[in-house]
């Protein structure tokens, strides 16, 4: 069992290196991300975990609809991070993502758990809520 690093990490830029990773996919899919993180938004968490987390979730979003923007956005409420996947134009379900429980146990082990918020008329919000260490600077 690996152990969880937690480290003070910029989200914005991770979201960054991570939508760059699925852009030719989101081409591919006539769609486009959007990084609404904050600049200086700041977690301490462990970066693999939440990285993987966060790479699972656009694959999935990207990959699970057509002509799309992905807003992707994150809240601090105390030490609770809440990270927003916003689709316009969705087919996800959480049902159709063979690695749905192996995802939600990484969340788990960054002390939060992935909620797929709501679909109405394809648009659909997918929330991963998790804990920071301490408010990160």
Do not use: P
Not at 5 to 21: A, D, G, M
């Amino acid at each position: 069992m690996m152990e969880v690093q937690f480290k003070t990490i910029c989200l914005n830029s991770l979201v960054e290196q991570l939508v760059s990773q699925f852009q030719s996919l989101a081409l591919r899919q006539g769609s486009f991300v959007v990084n609404n993180v904050a600049a200086d938004f700041y977690v301490s968490t462990d970066k693999n975990n939440l990285a993987t987390v966060i790479s699972s979730l656009l694959s999935s979003v990207i990959s699970g609809g057509r002509d799309s923007c992905i807003r992707v956005s994150a809240k601090r409420f105390n030490n609770i991070i809440l990270f927003h996947l916003q689709d316009s134009n969705s087919a996800f379900t959480k049902d159709a993502d063979r690695d749905w429980h192996e995802v939600n146990m990484l969340a788990g082990k960054l002390g939060g758990c992935i909620i797929e918020d709501e679909v109405r008329k394809k648009h659909a919000t997918i929330t991963f809520s998790f804990r920071s260490l301490a408010n990160a600077a």
